[in-house]
């Protein structure tokens, strides 16, 4: 059972979140600021492996599935270059994707999960890095370009 049953009511379903996924990382790989990051980091043939993985994190986010096991915050402290500018173009492309494929209520559950997910990375990456993070501002929006 999921644990957000208006979401389910507008089609939130392991297909639409393998839908999100692909759709998402495939402009995600292509784009300027945050495709190299990506390419850098998960070959041609790991890609297919990479998105099983989102899809499992999401799919364990939103449905409750349990399925993924992973640990994604060593593999983006690993990540040097990784700053707000990253975080703020993967939002705005990720909330363009969500609101060009789900229904509004839906759009809406995945923006705020991946806003409280990015907010969370930031922090901890911040922390690892030995910054002051006692006056750093909320991660502003960028619009979808």
């Keep these: ?7 389910v009511a507008e089609g939130l379903d392991e297909a639409m979140i393998r839908e999100v996924v692909h759709h998402f990382y495939a402009a995600a790989r292509e784009d300027p600021v945050i495709g190299p990051v990506f390419r850098a ?14 899809e499992d994190f999401w799919c364990s986010s939103l449905l409750g599935t349990r399925r993924y096991e992973g640990r994604p915050m060593p593999k983006h402290l ?16 990720f909330r363009h994707t969500v609101t060009q494929i789900c229904p509004q209520k839906t759009a809406e559950l995945f923006v705020e999960r991946s806003e409280r ?20 501002p909320k991660l502003t929006r960028e619009p979808y370009p």
């Design 1 to 7: 059972m999921a644990r957000f049953p208006e979401a």
């Design 78 to 93: 690993a990540i040097s270059e990784l700053n707000d500018d990253h975080f703020r173009r993967w939002l705005a492309l």
């Design 117 to 136: 997910i990015a907010e969370a990375f930031r922090i901890n990456i911040g922390m690892a890095r030995g910054e002051d993070l006692m006056f750093r």
């Design 41 to 54: 980091r998960v070959p041609d043939d790991r890609w297919q492996a990479h998105l099983d993985t989102i």
